[in-house]
């Protein structure tokens, strides 16, 4: 029997390549949570949207190894429970985004697959949870998933598109379908799944509001990092029966000298991985070696 899910959702999840709404917590906790955040935002100097110059991008990713309220997010029991259903008992953070629209930009996700850019075999174990700290609405702009586009495969991508949340700027020419999308529609402390080659995307924030999320990358240790240097990853529940990350540790105490370094060196590495699949990718598209549907 599932922890988290029915086993329609769990069914649903694996056809469709999603499952949505779910419930990590109550409004009122999503707002300690959001203050949290914007404690942080003002503690850097920054807020964690638009454009950030690199001393900040690092701050963006990764930050449940500096703050313990942070690291309780990625290891919230709810949203564990509900990663366990689909990919089951050993679960691993392999990093985090946060995707945060100001009322009244323009900054959009284009129609793109998170499994771009990881670099993790095989590509169908790794899960999304996106968890809402404000409303994620049509207005605001939330994300919308094509339904089945989980069984293309990996799909080519171009790059370059004009204020886009995503780090390489990476969206789909044709991602066919697209009249079948759903909503991803969250509230408060809500978060969805979605498979890592589900096609999506998101428009932008037209609300009075901020729209704050934070993306969790989850797989199983069986995983593979396909890159060329060894990735680092935090388990967060299970054991690690296969070695293939390095384990991290939840910080010890907020924002310390000891948390600052470990996240900066954690993110150094993320970053020369993640703009090494780029590369690949890239250089994969150019050769015409990506599968195109």
């Not at 690291?71 to 709810?78: F, I, N, R, T």
């Amino acid at each position: 029997m599932p922890k988290m899910l029915t086993e329609a959702q769990v069914a649903g999840y694996h056809r469709d390549g999603f499952a949505l709404p779910l419930t990590a917590f109550s409004p009122d906790t999503a707002r300690r949570y959001r203050a949290d955040l914007e404690a942080f935002e003002a503690r850097i100097g920054t807020r964690l949207s638009g454009s950030l110059t690199p001393s900040k991008r690092k701050y963006r990713a990764r930050t449940y190894l500096l703050y313990r309220w942070a690291h309780e997010l990625v290891s919230h029991p709810a949203i564990l429970d509900a990663i366990e259903d689909v990919i089951g008992p050993d679960i691993l953070v392999f990093t985090t985004t946060w995707f945060i629209k100001e009322p009244g930009t323009p900054h959009i996700a284009g129609w793109h697959q998170d499994a771009t850019h990881f670099g993790l075999e095989p590509r169908d174990q790794h899960v999304t949870a996106w968890l809402a700290l404000s409303d994620a609405s049509l207005g605001s702009g939330c994300m919308q998933f094509i339904p089945g586009s989980n069984r293309r495969g990996q799909m080519p991508h171009n790059y370059g598109l004009d204020a886009s949340v995503n780090d390489a700027e990476q969206w789909i020419a044709k991602p066919a379908d697209v009249d079948s999308a759903v909503d991803c529609c969250l509230a408060p402390g809500q978060f969805s799944l979605h498979n890592t080659l589900t096609i999506h995307q998101s428009g932008p924030n037209r609300s009075q509001d901020r729209r704050i999320g934070i993306g969790i990358s989850y797989v199983p240790p069986s995983v593979r990092h396909v890159g060329s240097q060894r990735h680092p990853a935090l388990l967060v529940r299970g054991v690690d029966r296969y070695g293939h990350f390095d384990l991290e540790r939840p910080p010890g105490a907020d924002f310390d000298a000891l948390a600052e370094e470990a996240h900066a060196r954690s993110f150094e590495g993320y970053r020369a991985n993640y703009l090494e699949q780029i590369a690949s990718h890239r250089a994969q598209t150019a050769a015409g070696a990506m599968r195109v549907s």
